[in-house]
C-alpha cells in the first residue's frame, strides 16, 4: 500500500504560483511513478503532469507546458507540482497519483495508477 498526502492549495490571483506537495508513505518511493490530476466540478478527471522514478522523464498536458513543472525528491519521498502564470481555467482540486508500473502510452489515463491521495483544492481567481 501507498498512501500520499498532498498540500500547498489555495487561493492565489491570476499570474500568481503555487506549490504543490505529496508526501508518500508505505513503499519505496524511487520505485514509484508519480503523476499529477485534477478534477474541476463537473468535468472529468484530466492528467497534468507526470514524472519517472528517477526524474529523468517528465511528461506534462499541452494546457499546463511551459507554465507547471513536476519534481521529485527521492530522499524526501515528496513529489511536487509548481504551477506559474496560473489562470482561472486552472482551478480544480488536484490529485497526487502513484504506481509501481506503467507503460509510457498510458502515462495521462488516470486509470493506470493504482494509489490516490485526498487532493489539495486550488482555487484561481480572476
Known amino acids: 500500500q501507498v498512501q500520499l498526502v498532498e498540500s500547498g492549495g489555495g487561493l492565489v490571483q491570476a499570474g500568481g504560483s503555487l506549490r504543490l506537495s505529496c508526501a508518500a508513505s508505505g513503499r519505496t518511493f524511487s520505485s514509484l511513478v508519480m503523476g499529477w490530476f485534477r478534477q474541476a466540478p463537473g468535468k472529468e478527471r484530466e492528467f497534468v503532469a507526470a514524472i519517472s522514478w528517477r526524474g529523468g522523464s517528465t511528461y506534462y498536458a499541452g494546457s499546463v507546458k511551459g507554465r507547471f513543472t513536476i519534481s521529485r525528491d527521492n530522499a524526501k519521498n515528496t513529489v511536487y507540482l509548481q504551477t506559474n502564470s496560473l ?17 509510457s502510452n498510458r502515462i495521462s489515463d488516470y486509470r493506470a495508477y493504482d494509489y490516490w491521495g485526498q487532493g489539495t483544492q486550488v482555487t484561481v481567481s480572476s
Not at 90 to 103: F, G, K, L, R
Open 87 to 103: 489562470k482561472p481555467e486552472d482551478t480544480a482540486v488536484y490529485y497526487c497519483a502513484a504506481t509501481e508500473s506503467i507503460s
